[in-house]
């Protein structure tokens, strides 16, 4: 009698080979009824996996690193969840890669393709200052998401998604404008920041021009150093530090949600209130900003699709679909919420 063989078990549960190694390797991304099928099946059986190519195929497994400056901020979480769930449906090893703030994610990046048998990678969060023969270094695919980038022809040569960090911020400042906001504090990185945080002072600016409103450098106040400066804690210790100057402004525009979440509990904690004393503006789209109170009026970026379609682009290249290099640009979407109002003039 001939032995059972995973082809076998795939055709009697009408699945494909893939979902079977799925549920014997109880891997994620698989039903749990389906798993539960499969199981009784290979029981029923008798189904033994050849561990000796199981072995072998795990040797020749093949990795996709995720590498992440900023890590803690809360916006990149459900994009890492997206990445992990996408990568080991297509049957790859999931790396992490933290990289700090003063490090430089191409030599990480070139240090883990030495350590590990990459097969793509995805550089996420950030700002790219790198030059074409720098990128031309790395050996494997490789996808630009969320990251900064003023070089337009540089950007045109790789993969990337992202939303325009520029027009978005302008778009958010500009509305501040329209509910007559002339004041309009920033919470911003510092000037030597390459990361989005440049690009959205940057339509902080132009929104300000547009409206005829003067930049005012004592209206900037950057946040702390580190990788926490884009944190709620970062928020609330630099809004502490507006308030004690008694700064004359009447809206606050922070550059993430968790900035802006900050910043409320500071101005709570000062006996203000928001909307009422000062209207809070973020970016980024966070759930929790939307369950906060106030809720926050801010800039949602779709952060799954933007997920998706990076992996899409990486897992072509891989398999050398013609013409699979792209630039992605996904629109923001402002979100009003309680922590605006319209600016009453006396």
Wanted: charged letters at 30%.
């Amino acid at each position: 009698m001939e032995s059972v063989t995973i082809k076998d078990i795939a055709r009697m549960c009408d699945v494909g080979v893939s979902t079977v190694s799925r549920a014997i390797n109880n891997s994620p991304g698989i039903n749990v009824a389906t798993k539960q099928r499969i199981l009784k099946v290979i029981e029923e059986n008798n189904y033994v996996p050849n561990n000796s190519a199981r072995n072998l195929k795990r040797i020749k497994s093949e990795t996709i690193a995720v590498l992440v400056k900023g890590i803690n901020n809360s916006f990149f979480s459900p994009m890492i969840t997206e990445f992990e769930k996408g990568i080991q449906d297509e049957q790859y090893t999931f790396i992490l890669q933290r990289v700090d703030q003063n490090q430089d994610e191409i030599d990480v990046a070139l240090e883990i393709e030495k350590e590990k048998k990459l097969k793509g990678i995805v550089f996420l969060g950030g700002y790219f200052s790198h030059s074409k023969e720098k990128l031309n270094k790395l050996k494997v695919p490789f996808v630009l998401s969320t990251i900064g980038m003023q070089d337009i022809e540089l950007h045109k040569e790789f993969a990337s998604v992202a939303v325009d960090d520029e027009m978005e911020s302008f778009k958010i400042v500009d509305y501040l404008c329209s509910l007559g906001h002339k004041k309009i504090a920033i919470l911003a990185a510092s000037e030597d920041d390459e990361s989005i945080g440049k690009l959205r002072m940057l339509g902080y600016k132009r929104a300000l021009k547009k409206n005829g409103i003067e930049f005012d450098k004592n209206l900037v106040f950057e946040l702390i150093e580190g990788n926490d400066r884009y944190s709620v804690k970062s928020g609330y210790i630099t809004t502490k530090k507006m308030l004690q100057l008694d700064v004359q402004c009447t809206a606050v525009y922070a550059i993430t949600d968790a900035i802006a979440i900050g910043a409320c509990r500071a101005i709570w904690e000062s006996g203000k209130k928001v909307p009422d004393d000062y209207s809070i503006a973020g970016f980024d789209g966070l759930e929790i900003a939307r369950y906060y109170i106030p809720s926050i009026t801010t800039i949602r970026q779709p952060v799954e699709e933007m997920a998706r379609e990076t992996l899409r682009l990486l897992f072509g290249m891989i398999n050398n679909k013609p013409n699979i290099k792209d630039n992605i640009i996904f629109s923001g979407e402002l979100i009003v919420g309680e922590s605006t109002k319209r600016l009453e003039l006396d």
